[in-house]
């Protein structure tokens, strides 16, 4: 259960930029390999001498042991270990981390050199943790030995869309994440449900967006910071859709994919004349430029997640392109997004490991929905409407990545994703917002599905499509 309220997650951690192929096997492994960095290095630093023989081994379990090697994650591992960013750091030397380490044989922390070679120290384990049954599917943990004694053991959860959570190593339950908003702040619009939302827009007479831009300020991020943070989200998505519509070749991993935006986007300005062709194709050809991009390990934007990272920045360049969208437009838009990926976060899941794909395109389908209805002009109740739709009509949806790579089945599941929002968003403009099942009830569908769903089609790449 998670632990905090929609109303308390900014818009700035449902979009995150950083690296591909995932944001649960990729980025967040590397953010728990930044924070055991940091506190090994205090650790360290309280020692007056140097300690002897330290050594290091990273344990994966779950998801993570059974398709880390697709998502890359040892790699990330390594790039966290050594302190390089997702966001910040050079791409190339992200990729290129595990290889240099293999070589060094060692993390160099200050004064203390740690003996670390990837391809023995990270180990790939199976679905238990101390024959106890693991606390997530995305399960890791760091033991520091000294003389073959461990002096600093920590686990953690990845928990999709790039988020981490701290276990207690006695209890295996999960802590209060400490980098977020304190649970008892008195917001001037709570909510916790879509009906509780939809119901603070109609009772102040607000837009959706300044419902969170209010409650944001309670919480330390003023509108200033949180416009300047989307600003930069918004241009990574359009970077990433630029890019992906220039690069070619083969995509890394071993599937042999071959990219293909590039050559779609020629085919449809080719028939620029067939208006209707090139409208049908655009949204499905901008994600799969995003997803191209994140199966090779670019710089994305969890939207929520990496695996659905192109879905949104498909239908938002598509809807700003059709209809002049304003920048300030396509921010609060994404403020909108937010709060349907934010509920799911609450109420369901947005980890393919933990609720298979419908939590990961279904969820970035309802947000892209909601956010789009929106800056259309939509009110409260048809954004909620639109949302809905996304979520239903991804229902049961499986995680089965050939290979364990984020690419098939997953881009082309992006470029559908923003079809259907597309419609979603038009079925509830035409309509009044009235509608029988609630995104509240979709939420509770959909997490008591991911708990039903066998664990082969949960991001183990050994069920369904990934079976050939």
């Known amino acids: 259960m998670n632990p905090l ?5 900014s ?67 390594c790039a966290g270990l050594m302190g390089l960013k997702a966001k910040t750091s050079d791409v190339e030397k992200i990729l290129s981390a595990k290889a240099y380490l293999e070589q060094l044989t060692q993390l160099n922390f200050d004064n203390n050199s740690i003996n670390f070679i990837p391809s023995k120290n990270i180990k790939f384990l199976a679905w238990k943790i101390n024959d106890q049954d693991l606390p997530h599917p995305n399960t890791l943990r760091f033991l520091l030995s000294s003389n073959e004694q461990i002096i600093f ?58 419902i969170v ?22 241009r990574v998505f359009n970077e990433c859709i630029e890019n992906g519509l220039k690069n070619e070749g083969i995509l890394p991993g071993g599937l042999n994919v071959k990219r293909r935006a590039k050559a779609l986007y020629a085919k449809m300005n080719e028939n620029s004349s067939n208006k209707s062709l090139e409208n049908e194709l655009k949204p499905s050809v901008y994600a799969i430029a995003v997803n191209e991009e994140n199966a090779a390990g670019g710089r994305v934007v969890t939207a929520p997640t990496n695996g ?7 239908v938002f360049r598509y809807l700003q392109e ?26 369901a899941s947005i980890s393919g490991a933990e609720v ?31 949302a809905e739709i996304g979520i239903e009509h991804h229902l049961g949806l ?46 509770k569908v959909m997490k008591e599905t991911g708990l039903d769903m066998n664990q082969k089609y949960k991001e183990t790449s050994t069920g369904g499509l990934a079976l050939g």
């Open 5 to 9: 309220r929609a109303d308390l997650i």
């Open 11 to 77: 818009p700035l951690e449902m979009f995150k930029i950083g690296i591909g192929p995932s944001s649960s096997h990729t980025m967040g492994p590397m953010l728990a390999s930044n924070q055991f960095r940091d506190k090994v290095l205090q650790l360290l630093m309280t020692k007056s001498q140097p300690l002897a023989n330290l050594q290091l081994v990273v344990e994966l379990y779950g998801s993570l042991s059974l398709t880390g090697l697709g998502h890359g994650t040892d790699g990330a591992i």
């Open 153 to 210: 053991e920590e686990i953690y959860i990845s928990i999709g869309g790039g988020f981490i959570e701290l276990i207690d190593q006695k209890t295996l339950t999960r802590e209060l994440p400490k980098d977020n908003f304190q649970t008892n702040i008195s917001l001037p619009f709570p909510y916790n449900s879509a009906q509780e939302f939809v119901e603070q827009c109609m009772n102040s007479k607000l837009k959706p967006w300044n």
């Open 213 to 234: 831009i209010a409650n944001m300020e309670i919480c330390g991020i003023s509108e200033t910071v949180l416009r300047a943070g989307l600003k930069d989200v918004l």
């Open 308 to 314: 659905s990272s192109g879905l949104i920045p498909a």
């Open 322 to 347: 059709q209809n002049n969208l304003s920048l300030d437009m396509l921010q609060n838009g994404l403020i909108v997004a937010s709060v349907i990926g934010a509920l799911v976060k609450t109420h």
């Open 356 to 386: 298979g794909c419908q939590g990961e395109v279904g969820t970035s389908c309802a947000m892209a929905a909601g956010g789009a209805c929106a800056m259309l002009g939509g009110n409260p109740h048809q954004i909620e409407q639109a």
């Open 398 to 443: 499986t995680c089965d990545p050939v290979m364990g790579l984020v690419q098939v089945p997953c881009i082309e599941r992006n470029a559908m994703g923003a079809v259907k929002a597309l419609n979603a968003v038009a079925l509830a403009l035409a309509c009044d917002g009235q509608h029988m099942v609630s995104l509240d009830k979709a939420l």
